[in-house]
């Protein structure tokens, strides 16, 4: 990765020269320092940290590594104390998730530290693996700041590694210590996709269940058996015995069946279904729908980066809709794919590049599904890329790169077309530069469409109390909303809450969080869904 490793302006400390020179007048070319190779010899004794996704992502990758074979730790979800660190050895003006990821990693070498390490021995003992990125945000500058920050806090030889998802195999060459394997990848895969639904359906079903604190209980023991599952299958098979390229075809394809649909993987995903089926539900609660979006850090965090926001809306008595990393990776592909057809006829292999982004969007859509299905077929569909940036286009260009693009205001506008929630919210971190884009387009839209309740909020280390304010003002509209939506639904059935209640009541798989009903919208709240379902089932079976 190149370019300036700070803000002209914005920045107390002047970004360092490649030598160690802070010869700002250089005219030489800044060139990110390179980290020394993390070898094969150092990954038996070095622990690999990484993290700032949710807990349940991190779990289960954390698994996939340990089956490969590597020492890995999974960084706790980053607090408002690690935001401060950031703060302090971070240069100023970048935007909040860096201050929470960067502050986050320099508490945890600070830890080791407490516990009697040397930093030489932290230096030497633990590298720091995230994920890197090049474009017109911050996001390019988070591998220097990372660098910067442990130096700045007294570990100057700490290893950053970084992954470019388009760079995978190259990266890989440079850091052989860590091999890409196929068994690597596709566990991967499974652990990005399945983090994704319990993520998903953990805040489809814990509105309505019966027991307090039984969902996040089913949650621990489904996670824990998806991530044992993972740790024992993600070993790569031993080196084939030499072949031609029709027998590595067939090794190939054996391993993608064996990691995509191997009996062992399907069996995992049955008991962790048959484990979350045990929470008793009541979907006749009336509940506003709240669609959380905005910029993917923030959004995807379940700790103080948004201000804890989804427990809050849940204390609040509301059903949040949230968005998978699923979401962000098909949203990154069809990207790419509008560049390509953008060069059409510039470059050669436009047909071959085009067929690769159509047929990986097309699988991980499709491994989604199946392992959805899987888990309950109660988790959201993928989004579908080509609608939003249709739906975006005359607001706001798709090839406008940058943070989540276009995506806010496309989803704003599915919102509005689908009516699917009481509550359109959307968290833009402080500093962040796309998010301030897309606010503006927002505002626009809600001006345009009244019906649309919509919130913008923005997180910043502090301001809590005021941002949950405007939530629970929000809410409060919402809440109508639900309440009225549903009563409309109750008299269109012609019949009372009570009698649903009580023909529920008789039939208990109606109180299983699996329980198939039509989720179409409009109405948007569960329980005005569930009451037209459960009204006609009454009328069907003559009640
Ligand atoms: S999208 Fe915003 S918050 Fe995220 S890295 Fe870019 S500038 Fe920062």
Redesign the pocket.
């Given at each position: 990765m190149s370019g300036t490793a700070s803000t002209p302006g914005c920045s107390h400390r002047p970004p360092r020269a490649p030598s160690g020179r802070s010869d700002f007048a250089s005219k030489s070319h800044y060139r990110a320092p390179r980290t020394p190779p993390f070898t094969p010899e150092e990954a038996e004794k070095t622990t690999i940290l990484f993290g700032n996704l949710t807990p349940k992502h991190d779990a289960l990758i954390e698994a996939v590594f340990q089956g490969c074979g590597y020492n890995c730790r999974a960084l706790p979800t980053p607090t408002r104390a690690n935001y401060l660190t950031g703060v302090e050895f971070c240069n100023h003006g970048l935007?909040?998730?860096?201050y929470y990821t960067a502050g986050n990693l320099i508490d945890f070498l600070r830890k080791l530290a407490k516990e009697g390490r040397s930093p030489e021995e932290v230096s030497r003992d633990f590298v720091y693996f995230t994920i890197g990125g090049c474009g017109p945000?911050?996001?390019g500058m988070y591998e220097s700041e990372y660098r910067q920050a442990a130096e700045e806090a007294g570990f100057p030889d700490f290893r950053v590694l970084t992954f470019l998802a388009n760079t995978a195999i190259r990266e890989g060459s440079r850091h052989p210590g860590l091999r890409y394997t196929l068994e690597f990848g596709l566990g991967m895969l499974n652990a990005l996709i399945a983090g994704d639904i319990l993520f998903d359906i953990s805040y489809r079903i814990r509105p309505f269940e019966v027991q307090a604190g039984a969902t996040d209980e089913a949650l621990d023991s489904a996670l824990r058996q998806l991530a044992s599952a993972l740790r024992s299958r993600a070993r790569p098979a031993p080196p084939p015995s030499p072949g031609g390229r029709l027998r590595t075809l067939r090794r190939i394809l054996r391993t993608v069946a064996r990691q995509l649909r191997g009996a062992d993987w399907q069996e995992a995903l049955e008991q962790a279904r048959e484990r979350l089926g045990q929470v008793k539900v009541d979907w006749l609660r009336v509940k506003p729908v709240v669609r959380v979006t905005g910029?993917?850090?923030s959004a995807l965090s379940e700790g103080d980066a948004n201000y804890c926001l989804y427990r809050y809306l849940e204390r609040e008595g509301a059903e949040v809709r949230v968005d998978p990393i699923t979401n962000l990776i098909l949203y990154w592909l069809y990207e790419a794919r509008l560049n390509n057809r953008r060069r059409r006829g510039l470059r050669p292999g436009y047909w071959k590049k085009e067929a690769l982004l159509a047929l990986a969007a097309h699988l991980w859509a499709w491994h989604y599904r199946f392992t959805a299905r899987r888990l309950g077929e109660v988790a959201g569909e993928p989004e579908d890329q080509q609608r939003i940036g249709r739906l975006a286009q005359p607001y706001f260009d798709p090839l406008a790169r940058?943070?989540?693009g276009h995506l806010p205001a496309g989803r704003a506008l599915e919102a509005v077309e689908d009516r699917n929630c009481h509550l359109f919210l959307t968290v833009k971190?402080f500093?962040?530069?796309?998010?301030t884009q897309a606010d503006g387009v927002l505002a626009l839209l809600a001006g345009r469409h009244p019906e649309l309740l919509f919130l913008p909020l923005e997180t910043l280390g502090e301001g809590e109390v005021h941002a949950l304010n405007r939530v629970q003002m929000a809410l409060t509209d919402a809440r109508r909303q639900a309440r009225e939506e549903f009563e409309a639904v109750i008299r269109q059935t012609g019949r009372s809450l009570e009698e649903i209640r009580n023909f529920v009541q008789q039939h208990p798989e109606m109180q299983s969080p699996f329980y198939r009903f039509p989720r179409t919208t409009p109405p948007a709240g569960t329980a005005a869904q569930f009451a037209l379902h459960a009204a006609e089932r009454m009328r069907r079976e003559g009640w």
């Open positions: 935007c909040n998730p860096n945000c911050r996001f910029e993917f850090y940058g943070g989540e971190p500093g962040c530069m796309p998010s």
